[in-house]
């Protein structure tokens, strides 16, 4: 009997340090994530205006002088973005590790428009895009691995 109670003391004391040490686990999960949020963030999350959208050394598309009317831009948060064009919305998850991106799949408006250029120019380069470069807080240069096909941005003033 004395065995058994020892026995069930030992069990209770082992299951009560494990269930600590999952909450300490846990918690630093969570402060890591918040961790990995901020610096995914840093220097890129707001509103970037596109300037300059190249396909090739002879095709490009400035969406200002497509639409000067529409502000076309995509804006970062913590993991996802949002590209706003004159026509439609392309939006997902983005990760950025050092000047390493990737976006991901999401969801896409689809309305048919008199002048889609720039969104046609953004959907062809998106899953291309591999590099992320921020020059003086202010010009971003978002690259392929092809030296020729980029998207230049500009950062909003609202976010300096």
Do not use: H
């Amino acid at each position: 009997m004395k065995k058994s109670i020892n026995l069930l003391i030992a069990a209770a004391l082992t299951l009560a340090a494990a269930s600590c040490g999952g909450k300490d686990k846990a918690a630093e999960t969570t402060e890591a994530a918040q961790q990995d949020s901020t610096t995914v963030c840093a220097g890129i999350c707001g509103k970037w205006y596109l300037d300059n959208i190249v396909l090739s050394d002879t095709v490009s598309v400035r969406p200002a002088e497509e639409d000067a009317e529409t502000a076309q831009y995509v804006v970062f948060e913590d993991s996802t973005y949002s590209f706003v064009t004159n026509c439609n919305t392309i939006a997902g998850p983005y990760t950025l590790k050092g000047d390493s991106i990737t976006f991901g799949d999401g969801p896409m408006t689809q309305m048919a428009c008199e002048n889609m250029k720039t969104e046609d120019a953004i959907r062809q380069l998106l899953p291309e895009l591999v590099t992320m470069t921020v020059e003086n807080d202010s010009t971003a240069r978002l690259s392929t691995g092809n030296a020729l096909q980029y998207i230049m941005l500009r950062k909003a003033a609202e976010n300096k």
